[in-house]
């Protein structure tokens, strides 16, 4: 299982989002199943959609080759990170078939400027 785009740039305080089609063997999944969405920025920070439903919003509708499918929106501007790269960051996403969460990725680089 793949992301779309692996490189994600955010600007704290500011309203700048990134959008993601997730894919699985090179289709778009659709995201209107999840129920929580994590991200690991390191050992020990996590944004978390349960206790930070602001910094995410799915299903979004998005436009990849030339289809609409149903995406995840990050809003990290206002999440607290402190300015820096952030490499290896994991996705993590729960739903009705994972239930303690998959990783979907774990190699997402964050750029907070």
Same mark, same amino acid.
């Given at each position: ?8 740039a955010f ?12 894919? !699985?063997?090179? $289709? /778009?999944? *659709? ?12 050992? %020990?920070?996590? &944004? ?30 206002? !999440?607290?990170? $402190? /300015?820096? *790269? ?12 994972? %239930?303690?969460? &998959? ?5 997402l680089t964050?750029?907070?400027?």
């Amino acid at each position: 299982m793949t992301l779309c785009r692996d490189a994600l740039a955010f600007w704290t305080g500011r309203e700048n989002a990134a959008d993601l089609v997730l894919l !699985s063997d090179d $289709a /778009a999944v *659709d995201t209107t199943s999840i129920s929580r969405v994590v991200l690991r920025v390191d050992a %020990t920070t996590s &944004l978390d959609s349960s206790t930070a439903p602001a910094l995410f919003e799915w299903p979004v509708s998005l436009t990849y080759l030339g289809a609409t499918v149903k995406g995840l929106r990050l809003k990290l501007g206002g !999440s607290g990170l $402190a /300015a820096g *790269d952030y490499e290896r960051v994991w996705l993590i996403i729960y739903d009705p078939s994972y %239930t303690s969460g &998959l990783v979907w990725t774990d190699s997402l680089t964050l750029r907070v400027t």
